[in-house]
């Protein structure tokens, strides 16, 4: 612990170890001998409720005589009537779950391009519309695009096409 005094004469602000109290310099100001004096003692918790010390004088327990064991805080804590809101939404269930608390089995069904044509005529658009409206929306999972190839028989060549995969309740 460091001793902080002011020489006699200059009043300068002097710095110096507490093991050096009571030895005689001179002030690096004004070069006036000087006596180091003893440390000052520490600050009485005379009055303090719960402020013992130890024989050295310095609290045991240093938090109950702090500015923080005296403060009283009056905290509200706010009352709800009802549940509030949750804020984060709970993840829906795993199709795996979703299918066994329903009568109906997951089933997937695959409509190709090349299937849908009839004569010339392609009918893609009007096959996959009625197999929706048999299925109905609220049974339908999922609807994935597909890209594939496949050897044309006549020409004998690898053709890609496209498919829709229908993922259904029924």
Do not use: W
């Amino acid at each position: 612990m460091d001793i902080i005094f002011n020489c006699p004469k200059c009043e300068q602000e002097l710095v110096v170890d507490s093991s050096g109290a009571g030895t005689e310099i001179n002030c690096p100001s004004c070069n006036e001998k000087i006596i180091i004096p003893q440390p000052p003692s520490p600050p009485g918790f005379v009055g303090v409720p719960g402020a013992m010390t130890t024989p050295t004088g310095q609290p045991i327990n240093p938090i109950a005589s702090s500015a923080a064991a005296k403060m009283e805080l009056h905290l509200k804590v706010p009352v709800r009537d009802k549940p509030s809101e949750s804020l984060i939404e709970k993840p829906k269930p795993p199709l795996e779950v979703a299918a066994k608390e329903t009568d109906k089995k997951i089933r997937v069904r695959t409509i190709r391009h090349t299937d849908c044509i009839e004569v010339g005529h392609d009918r893609f658009d009007q096959v996959i519309t009625e197999f929706l409206a048999k299925v109905g929306e609220d049974n339908i999972i999922g609807i994935h695009p597909l890209t594939y190839t496949h050897l044309d028989i006549g020409t004998q060549k690898l053709l890609t096409d496209y498919a829709v995969m229908i993922i259904y309740r029924g």
